[in-house]
T-cell receptor, first 113, second 109 residues
C-alpha cells in the first residue's frame, strides 16, 4: 500500500513565478491537508480539502490556492512567488474529518530565488 | 488562537537514558493531540495519537500522556537509542491543526 506521495521532490523558481505542487493521498483516505514548513520551524497549516472543497484555511494569503480531484488527489498552487515562500511543503492525508491520524508525505522542497 | 510550545528546543542524552519531551497548548478545546517524528529534510512520521477523551497512549518504548485541563502533553521515551535521534513535533487539532516548533533530540552512543 503506497503511502502519501508528493511531486516534485525539489523545485527552484524565481520571484513572481507560479508553482503547482501535487499530492496523492494514502489509499482509503479522503481528506488532504497542506502545510508549509520553514527551516527550523514547525509546519504551518495552509488549508484542508474534503470532498473536493476547501474545508478549513490557515492564515495564508489568497496567492495560495488548491484543488482536490474526484480521486482525492490534490494540488497546491502558489502565485506571484516571494522569497519567503521558500520552504518544505508537506501534504498529509487522513480518513474523515478530525479524530484521525494524519499521514504525511515526504514533502516538496521549494526554493525561490 | 491556539499556540503550541515545546520544551526543550534541543536535548542531548547518552544512549540508554529515559527522557521526557514536553508540549503545552493554550486552548484546551481540542479534538486530539498527535506526536510526530521528523528526520532532517524529511516528512513527518506519526508516533502516537491521543484522542481528547483519552489520557495516554503507548507504543513500544514510547508513552504519551495528555492533560487537557492544564494544556499539557508529555512524550516519554524509554531506553533511548541513537536511532531515536530526530526532531519530535507535537500537534493539536482544534478548528485546524497547530504544530509546535519541535524538540531536536540527539542520542549519543
Amino acid at each position: 500500500d503506497a503511502g502519501v506521495t508528493q511531486s516534485p521532490t525539489h523545485l527552484i523558481k524565481t520571484r513572481g513565478q507560479q508553482v503547482t505542487l501535487r499530492c496523492s493521498p494514502k489509499s482509503g483516505h479522503d481528506t488532504v491537508s497542506w502545510y508549509q514548513q520553514a527551516l527550523g520551524q514547525g509546519p504551518q497549516f495552509i488549508f484542508q480539502y474534503y470532498e473536493e472543497e476547501e474545508r478549513q484555511r490557515g492564515n495564508f494569503p489568497d496567492r495560495f490556492s488548491g484543488h482536490q480531484f474526484p480521486n482525492y488527489s490534490s494540488e497546491l498552487n502558489v502565485n506571484a512567488l516571494l522569497l519567503g515562500d521558500s520552504a518544505l511543503y508537506l501534504c498529509a492525508s487522513s480518513k474523515d474529518w478530525a479524530q484521525e491520524t494524519q499521514y504525511f508525505g515526504p514533502g516538496t522542497r521549494l526554493l525561490v530565488l | 488562537k491556539q499556540e503550541v510550545t515545546q520544551i526543550p528546543a534541543a536535548l542531548s542524552v547518552p544512549e540508554g537514558e529515559n527522557l521526557v519531551l514536553n508540549c503545552s497548548f493554550t486552548d484546551s478545546a481540542i479534538y486530539n493531540l498527535q506526536w510526530f517524528r521528523q528526520d532532517p529534510g524529511k516528512g513527518l512520521t506519526s508516533l502516537l495519537l491521543i484522542q481528547s477523551s483519552q489520557r495516554e497512549q503507548t507504543s513500544g518504548r514510547l508513552n504519551a500522556s495528555l492533560d487537557k485541563s492544564s494544556g499539557r502533553s508529555t512524550l516519554y521515551i524509554a531506553a533511548s537509542q541513537p536511532g531515536d535521534s530526530a526532531t519530535y513535533l507535537c500537534a493539536v487539532e482544534s478548528n485546524q491543526f497547530y504544530f509546535g516548533t519541535g524538540t531536536s533530540l540527539t542520542v549519543i552512543p
